[in-house]
């Protein structure tokens, strides 16, 4: 039997991020102002044309899964990766820090400039309708930041945390790791996370903050045949 974050996007779309879910029945994706992840009912030739037809001519789309991810004829190959989907061992206590805030759509641009210089992954300047996100600013100026991404039932996401080059080494990451899984717990979620299969250092941290590895899986950037 699967397990619901086997196939993350799918079920993210089908349970706490309906409201978002673009497609149909057969093929989902968020809008690609906010993420660019689809995902296809099943591997059926139903299913498959339905996620064909997600994308326009000039937009990628993102599938992550546990199994193989198969791609429909009318899609060609962009890139492709491994990624390690980690999962919390306990839940996290809840913290507080006055150095920490809440950041809104007026950080927005400042938050993708941080998240393209750091890139923890893929981030838009919608990424905010997915969940919320904190940071650290220095004089007005945003040098950290972390927050929730996708959500299945009894699961919350941690995504998005990076720290300027300039302000690494000061336990600014570890803080917003801290604390965000410390929100996602209290709402009573375990927490999870996603890492680039090479990323060593990142999964050694990882597992140092009590996390631990839950699947391996497939990444598959694609886009329309031309």
């Not at 599938?63 to 962009?78: F, K, R």
């Not at 996708?150 to 699961?155: K, L, S, T």
Request: net charge negative; proline share 7%; charged share 25%.
């Amino acid at each position: 039997m699967s397990h619901v974050l086997d196939r993350p996007i799918w079920n993210a779309l089908q349970s706490a991020h309906a409201d978002l879910a673009e497609g149909g029945e057969r093929a989902m994706r968020y809008p690609p102002s906010i993420v660019p992840f689809g995902a296809a009912a099943d591997d059926s030739r139903e299913s498959l044309e339905a996620l064909e037809n997600l994308p326009a001519a000039d937009e990628v789309m993102a599938i992550v899964e546990a199994a193989p991810v198969v791609i429909p004829e009318g899609l060609t190959l962009v890139s492709e990766g491994k990624l390690v989907q980690m999962i919390a061992e306990r839940p996290y206590e809840r913290i507080s820090d006055s150095r920490l805030q809440p950041l809104t759509p007026d950080d927005a641009e400042e938050m993708l400039a941080l998240a393209m210089l750091s890139k923890p992954g893929p981030f838009t300047s919608g990424a905010q309708k997915l969940g919320t996100f904190w940071g650290v600013k220095v004089d007005g100026r945003l040098v950290a930041m972390a927050g929730q991404r996708m959500r299945q039932p009894g699961y919350g996401e941690l995504s998005g945390l990076c720290t300027h080059p300039d302000f690494q080494g000061k336990g600014l990451g570890t803080l917003l790791f801290r604390y965000v899984a410390g929100e996602i717990s209290a709402r009573g979620d375990t927490v999870f996370l996603h890492a680039y299969y090479t990323n060593t250092p990142a999964i050694t941290l990882y597992k140092a903050l009590g996390f631990k590895l839950r699947s391996e899986l497939n990444l598959r950037v694609v886009k329309r045949r031309t």
